[in-house]
């Protein structure tokens, strides 16, 4: 272990399985799904009213608005309902209720933070910060989403979080998102889907479209070339797909930040969404922008993807481009670099990766910085979220699998002008599990997603064993002076 002082914080974020959402349960066999209304048909007015109120009795305080949950699930499956006659509100419900479930959203881990300044530094202290830090919290099924919690360090760095609300609110989806037509017609074109179908479709649509423009123009293109052919079918089917994994997402400012939850969405998030690494991204005209890269899981295929929010109460939910968008942890630069993008990434999962671009959108042609040298990180190394940027280098936070399996973090300096040039690294881990953080879902690992700076600490919160989550704080002045005595 490095000599570097070190302070665990007395803070544990544990997995609670008291907090839900109601999430739709509909069988995939149209019998079954009719079979089950039939027997909600059946009933009186008056079992329906008193069936209602036992649900309502026994689930509405676990949920801030249960009617309008049950009402969207009913709406869900409406078109099976074989009757023409005109259905109670409470027969609506009750059916939406029959097709409903509750999901635990954080029963099983919740683990691999990253933490950012918070947009809103009003109620900070002097000398204190706000922050917000983001969690993979997962539930059955292993299906990870993206929780919340917000708190402040004082002027003395003492780390409290805000209180945790029992409640969880998936947010509001967009229902007609917004599309720049280059980066939709690139992401085709990596996809293998270039044709004069999917030119067709695209050719009338403006350079900002929307989901309801894609929807005309599809529809156009495929009246057009009846009969179908099956790479008509396939190009149509692609197009869709891609709208799906770009989407909009709107919560309340009503809801405290523990109450925010970004649920998967897409076909391609099935599984989970995993890993957001968080950054405040200062462009060069003072314009802030938090980032996330994260990766989509569909059960059989991963996908990077890029969330982008400047409040965390609108999300814009994005694909990534480029030939080198293939793997897990990529982590952007909290700034450009000489005019361009930089972001770390994993190629090879055994190397840590840099790259650089015009665009935050599109990333080609990585180069190898870091390489595995000690035996603890000697399996793979990555990164642990964004580099910070400090006088003496950008410092990166890094991860390495060594004998058994086991994570340890370190760190790394790059240069501030030419961050492809390694300056220094850690020869002993910074952080390696102890006593009680080896046992977990997968035992003998610390893992980040993302630190930062508070004064002339480092904030590093960090997963025990993919399980729970903690916080310790480094001097940074101590860390500094250990990277740069390590150069070559």
């Known amino acids: 272990?490095?000599?570097?002082?070190?302070r665990r914080h007395e803070i544990t974020l544990m997995p609670e399985s008291a907090r839900v959402i109601i999430r739709p349960f509909i069988p995939g066999d149209t019998g079954r799904i009719t079979t089950i209304i039939g027997r909600a048909l059946a009933l009186s007015e008056e079992e329906v009213v008193r069936e209602l109120d036992v649900v309502r009795h026994e689930f509405a305080a676990r949920h801030f608005d249960i009617a309008s949950l049950l009402q969207i699930h009913f709406?869900?499956?409406r078109h099976h309902v074989f009757t023409h006659k005109p259905l109670s509100l409470e027969r609506q419900l009750l059916i939406g209720a029959l097709f409903s479930g509750e999901y635990a959203l954080e029963s099983a881990a919740i683990f691999n933070p990253s933490i950012v300044p918070h947009p809103d530094q009003s109620g900070a202290e002097e000398g204190g910060?706000?922050?917000v830090m983001s969690l993979r919290a997962t539930g059955e099924g292993h299906i990870s989403s993206i929780e919340f919690r917000a708190g402040s360090i004082s002027a003395k760095g003492a780390i409290t979080l805000d209180p945790v609300s029992r409640f969880v609110t998936v947010p509001e989806i967009v229902p007609n998102p917004s599309y720049k037509k280059k980066r939709f017609v690139?992401?085709?074109?990596?996809?293998?889907f270039d044709d004069q179908h999917a030119t067709a479709v695209m050719g009338p649509l403006s350079e900002n479209f929307t989901r309801s423009d894609l929807n005309k123009s599809v529809g156009t293109v495929r009246h057009a070339a009846q009969p179908a052919t099956r790479d008509l079918t396939r190009t149509l089917e692609c197009l869709q797909w891609l709208a799906d994994s770009n989407y909009e997402l709107r919560f309340s400012e009503k809801l405290a930040m523990s109450e925010r939850i970004i649920f998967p969405v897409s076909p391609n998030e099935t599984n989970g969404i995993e890993d957001a690494r968080f950054v405040r991204f200062l462009e060069d005209d003072g314009h802030v922008m938090y980032y996330a890269t994260y990766t989509a899981y569909n059960g059989r295929a991963i996908l990077p993807q890029l969330i982008e929010t400047e409040d965390f109460l609108n999300f814009r939910i994005l694909s990534l481009n480029g030939s080198a968008v293939q793997n897990k942890g990529m982590a952007l630069f909290p700034r450009r670099v000489a005019g361009r993008y930089a972001m770390l990434s994993r190629q090879d999962d055994e190397n840590l990766f840099i790259m650089f671009s015009d665009s935050p959108h599109h990333w080609s042609d990585p180069?190898?910085?870091?390489?595995?040298?000690e035996m603890w990180e000697s399996v793979k190394i990555g990164n642990c979220g964004s580099p910070?940027?400090?006088?003496?280098?950008w410092l990166v936070i890094t991860h390495g699998v060594g004998p058994m399996r086991k994570y340890c973090i370190g760190a790394a300096l790059l240069d501030l002008n030419d961050p492809a040039k390694v300056i220094g690294r850690l020869r002993e881990p910074l952080l390696a599990p102890e006593g009680n953080e080896r046992e977990g879902y997968v035992p003998n690992v610390v893992y980040s997603c993302g630190s930062m700076l508070h004064g002339r600490d480092l904030i590093l919160p960090y997963a025990m064993s993919d399980k729970a989550s903690a916080i310790a704080s480094i001097s940074l002045d101590e860390l500094l002076e250990e990277l740069l005595a390590s150069r070559q």
């Not at 910070?388 to 280098?393: K, L, P, Q, Y």
Request: charge should be positive; glycine fraction near 6%.
């Open 388 to 393: 910070i940027e400090t006088e003496a280098g």
């Open 186 to 192: 690139i992401k085709l074109s990596e996809m293998g």
């Open 1 to 6: 272990m490095s000599n570097i002082r070190l």
């Open 75 to 77: 709406e869900k499956v």
């Open 367 to 373: 180069q190898i910085i870091l390489r595995p040298c």
């Open 129 to 131: 910060l706000r922050f």
